[in-house]
């Protein structure tokens, strides 16, 4: 795999289905909102709990725009 392949798989996020165009972006993307949001929602259906952060936004993101 080239250079810009593994770069490209790096700044990747599966979970939102976002390329970003560099590591420092990628870092910043982890941190936000939106991306914990999801996360946390993965996380809650995984364990099968309801957990209170997910309640009220099932497959929405902060704005409510739904992503799932």
């Given at each position: 795999?080239?250079?810009?392949?593994?770069?490209?798989?790096?700044?990747?996020?599966?979970?939102?289905?976002?390329?970003?165009?560099?590591?420092?972006?990628?870092?910043?993307?982890?941190?936000?909102?939106?991306?914990?949001e999801?996360?946390?929602?993965?996380?809650?259906?995984?364990?099968?709990?309801?957990?209170?952060?997910?309640?009220?936004?099932?497959?929405r993101?902060?704005?409510?725009?739904?992503w799932?």
């Amino acid at each position: 795999m080239g250079a810009v392949q593994q770069e490209k798989k790096r700044t990747y996020c599966k979970l939102c289905r976002k390329q970003l165009t560099s590591i420092l972006q990628m870092e910043e993307h982890l941190k936000s909102r939106p991306h914990r949001e999801k996360m946390d929602f993965v996380k809650s259906k995984q364990s099968g709990g309801g957990g209170n952060r997910s309640r009220g936004h099932h497959g929405r993101d902060a704005s409510g725009k739904q992503w799932c």
